[in-house]
């Protein structure tokens, strides 16, 4: 089993920035992809980044891409998701997740969730 724990939520300005952490025991999760995902209230939940297990490639949902950027440590068994330049629209609660399969931009592919973080962007 793998447990997520999301941090780094908050409140923030449009055009501010925060990053978020995902923090991973259990099993290792360096032979899972690993992404983030986020639902706002009275909507889907929506993929924003997935990472390979290794770190290499990258993978980015059209309203989050040139603004966010995603990342993992797998020695500290981590994940980052860096937001910059907010939106209002980015309001949401953020979810990490670990699954295997590459890419990654599908809710099927994970296995593993964290309880989120919520991010509120004020215009």
């Known amino acids: 089993q793998v447990q997520l724990v999301e941090s780094g939520g908050g409140s923030v300005q449009a055009g501010g920035a925060l990053r978020l952490s995902c923090v991973a025991s259990?099993?290792?999760?360096?032979?899972?992809?690993t992404g983030w995902f986020r639902q706002a209230p009275g909507k889907e939940r929506e993929f924003v980044a997935t990472?390979?297990?290794?770190?290499?490639?990258?993978y980015y949902g059209d309203s989050t891409k040139g603004r966010f950027t995603i990342s993992r440590d797998n020695a500290k068994n981590m994940g980052y998701l860096q937001m910059n330049n907010l939106k209002p629209e980015d309001t949401a609660v953020y979810y990490c997740?670990?699954?295997?399969?590459?890419?990654?931009?599908?809710?099927?592919?994970?296995?593993?969730w964290g309880q989120g973080t919520q991010v509120t962007v004020s215009s």
């Open positions: 997740a670990a699954g295997y399969g590459w890419p990654a931009y599908r809710r099927e592919t994970y296995n593993y």
């Open positions: 990472v390979s297990s290794s770190g290499t490639m990258t």
């Open positions: 259990g099993r290792t999760v360096r032979d899972y992809s």
